[in-house]
Nanobody, 127 residues
Framework: QVQLVESGGGLVQAGGSLRLSCAASGGTFSSYAMGWFRQAPGKERQFVSA????????WHADSVKGRFTISRDNAKNTLYLQMNSLKPGDTAVYYCAARITSYGGRVLLNGRDYEYWGQGTQVTVSS
């Protein structure tokens, strides 16, 4: 069983920065494909960023490319999302997700490919 716990959300003004963390427990973190997703009120869940198990491959949605950076520290079993130049449109609950079987070397963009999810952390960007 894998548990994921996000932290680092909060209220920030437009143009500001936040760093989200996702602490994983259970299993071999370095073999997990990981991702960040977000969901705004009344909207569908949206892919944000993904990273392979080693951290050698990453992918970002066009809407955050150049502003957000996904990374991981496998020694600390922790996934990160550095968010810069935040916009009001980035306001959402952010979730980290893990795929622990078979796809560690890939980046996964579809939420259906993930097996475990955290509880989410709220990010609110004021204008």
């Amino acid at each position: 069983q894998v548990q994921l716990v996000e932290s680092g959300g909060g209220l920030v003004q437009a143009g500001g920065s936040l760093r989200l963390s996702c602490a994983a427990s259970g299993g071999t973190f370095s073999s997990y494909a990981m991702g960040w997703f977000r969901q705004a009120p009344g909207k569908e869940r949206q892919f944000v960023s993904a990273i392979s198990g080693s951290g050698g491959r990453t992918w970002h949605a066009d809407s955050v490319k150049g502003r957000f950076t996904i990374s991981r520290d496998n020694a600390k079993n922790t996934l990160y999302l550095q968010m810069n130049s935040l916009k009001p449109g980035d306001t959402a609950v952010y979730y980290c997700a893990a795929r622990i079987t078979s796809y560690g070397g890939r980046v996964l963009l579809n939420g259906r490919d993930y097996e475990y999810w955290g509880q989410g952390t709220q990010v609110t960007v004021s204008s």
